[in-house]
């Protein structure tokens, strides 16, 4: 479905970026990804897609950062010749109830999840507009739709994805450059396994299919989104969280 196309996904050492990038690759897509603590895990993912006989660019980099992205979307280009998707998928939480919240908790959530978007489809959107085409997918959240108390600053880098995809896809759509985002729920990664058992049953209770998404389950969305079978949708958001509203 992806063969021959290039992708760069950011933040994809694990959870759902890692999902993502071993289903773009089972479709015959080369890789470059990003990760910035996450030595071994990376190590693990780049062994992993490898295996399955395509190209892989690994590079560790701050995705807040403006000129490091500018540098990574360079690298890939250079190395692969292209760039067809991009995945927007880095992102922290800091949650606090907004009056115990500092500056930096704030500054920090807002520069790495929403930021970061800004970054990478600034330096990308050149590449793709001299390829005529591309496909630019931002990881939202169902926080960033209907908010939670304690993620104020979660909830408004989220949104604020929502509304720069929107207004993006609105930029791009006469270049034939599409841009989605994708709002999970309760996703089952390594930060939601962190919560205490009785915290999760209690999420999984607002949850009308009453469980928790499995990352596979957004990686399906994203690879929709980035085939041809999406080809007439832009400036959309797309819920995946079993029906939570």
């Known amino acids: 479905m992806l063969r021959g196309k290039t992708s760069l996904i950011t933040g994809a050492s694990r959870g759902i970026g890692r999902a993502i990038a071993l289903l773009y690759a089972e479709h015959g897509c080369n890789i470059a990804f990003t990760y910035i603590y996450e030595n071994q895990e990376a190590e693990e993912l780049t062994n992993l897609l490898l295996s399955k006989g395509i190209q892989v660019l690994c590079i560790q980099s701050d995705a807040a950062d403006f000129e490091a992205a500018h540098s990574v979307v360079k690298q890939v280009v250079d190395t692969f ?21 500092n500056e930096q908790q704030w500054d ?76 999970p729920g309760f996703i089952l990664t390594d930060m939601t396994l962190a919560l205490p058992e009785n915290t999760r ?45």
């Open 81 to 101: 010749g292209r760039l067809d998707i991009l995945v927007c998928n880095a992102g922290i939480s800091q949650d606090t109830l907004l009056m115990r919240m």
């Open 108 to 183: 920090d959530v807002l520069n790495v999840n929403l930021k970061s978007v800004f970054n990478y489809c600034h330096a990308a959107t050149p590449q793709m507009m001299r390829q005529r085409g591309g496909s630019i997918i931002a990881m939202s959240s169902v926080v960033g739709i209907g908010g939670n108390a304690g993620q104020t600053n979660y909830a408004a880098s989220k949104a604020g994805i929502i509304g720069f995809i929107k207004s993006l896809s609105k930029e791009l759509g006469s270049r034939n450059i599409r841009a989605n985002a994708i709002a």
């Open 201 to 245: 049953a209690e999420m999984i209770k607002m949850i009308p299919m009453r469980r928790c998404g499995e990352a596979e389950e957004v990686a399906k969305v994203a690879l929709f989104l980035a085939s041809d079978l999406s080809s007439y949708v832009s400036g959309q958001v797309i819920s995946v969280n079993g029906a939570m509203g």
